[in-house]
């Protein structure tokens, strides 16, 4: 897959994401470092709610401040921290050299502007181009990310598009300026099996062709399975196990990492599915401690006292986990 160059484009360290409201403060990303080499797809996993999206908008710096605010660490993205530039300066970068396909098709394009004239936009914000070059670039992102009759479609408005296109659309406009980092939030959310397919392949060709980095953001593991290099999961605002693709599904080591690869479907057609017991807490009100023990099998006295950071396992530097089975906690009282 990716090749890996010895400098990250993008390095997350230490990041806090809070939301501060009238009930409590929501801590929706706590302390979590992350890093992307060039040309790698990287997935970012976990249930709905465990802080996913709000780090892929704390790298595009689109959390509106207040209520939300980065209480500590830094997005470095080829070595520049985004979070101390001008807002100026980081339009530049975003939908530029960063981009992002947002979730929700439906709601990301805007209803009164034809999807040529939408890509054409992005195309005149961030590059030289005059109007004619800004359209015969558009037409051929579309016939890139293979919509079918790009010369009719071009002229055509979102509410007249399929919901496989829509996203298509959003994918040329993300793509449009050859980024250096693709962040797809769950890019097949909405879409059949078929269009799901024909998406994800035609992000691997892109990635494959120009050797952009990818954040895949999902919660479909046969996803992760087929098209990522390494994995991040995510559990309550933390990454609790990080590893190559292979590793994880091979040999998980987090109880949630484990849960998670349990609970899908086996080859046994009447065998019942697993399932992790309990829910995901609110995280504007944390259990103390690791956040998954209360629903954890394994847990230690160690896991309801204090919060275990991740760390690598013994003899195996790129398989990182946060979970007192595995570290010392005979130090915590």
Request: net charge negative; with cysteine.
């Amino acid at each position: 897959m990716g090749s890996k160059s010895k400098d990250p484009l993008l390095e997350i360290q230490n990041l806090s994401t809070s939301f501060h409201t009238d009930e409590n403060v929501v801590r929706s990303v706590r302390n979590i470092n992350l890093c992307l080499y060039p040309g790698e797809t990287v997935a970012l996993v976990g249930e709905s709610g465990c802080g996913k999206s709000v780090t892929a908008l704390s790298t595009m710096r689109l959390i509106p401040i207040p209520p939300g605010k980065f209480e500590n660490g830094r997005i470095l993205y080829k070595g520049k921290d985004l979070l101390q530039i001008t807002e100026q300066d980081m339009q530049k970068i975003r939908g530029n050299e960063i981009s992002m396909v947002f979730q929700e098709p439906m709601t990301s394009l805007n209803p009164i502007f034809t999807i040529g004239d939408q890509i054409c936009e992005t195309i005149l914000l961030h590059q030289n181009k005059t109007e004619d070059e800004a359209m015969e670039l558009t037409l051929e992102i579309l016939k890139k990310v293979a919509i079918p009759s790009p010369e009719q479609r071009i002229n055509q408005y979102p509410h007249e598009l399929s919901g496989g296109m829509k996203q298509r659309v959003m994918i040329a406009m993300s793509i449009v300026c050859n980024p250096s980092l693709l962040i797809a939030d769950e890019p097949t959310t909405a879409l059949d099996v078929t269009i799901q397919a024909q998406i994800l392949d035609l992000l691997n060709v892109l990635r494959n062709d120009t050797a952009m980095s990818i954040l895949l953001i999902t919660h479909n593991l046969g996803i992760v399975a087929q098209y990522s290099d390494r994995v991040a999961v995510m559990y309550s605002g933390k990454i609790v196990e990080q590893a190559s693709v292979e590793k994880i599904f091979a040999s998980p080591s987090h109880p949630y990492t484990k849960g998670l690869i349990n609970s899908l479907p086996k080859d046994e057609i009447n065998e019942k599915l697993a399932t992790i017991p309990g829910t995901v807490p609110h995280p504007a009100f944390l259990p103390e401690g690791c956040a998954f023990h209360p629903r954890c099998p394994d847990k230690i006295d160690a896991c309801e006292k204090k919060i275990p950071e991740l760390q690598p396992l013994e003899n195996q530097p790129n398989h990182q986990v946060a979970c007192w089975l595995y570290h010392d906690s005979v130090s915590i009282t």
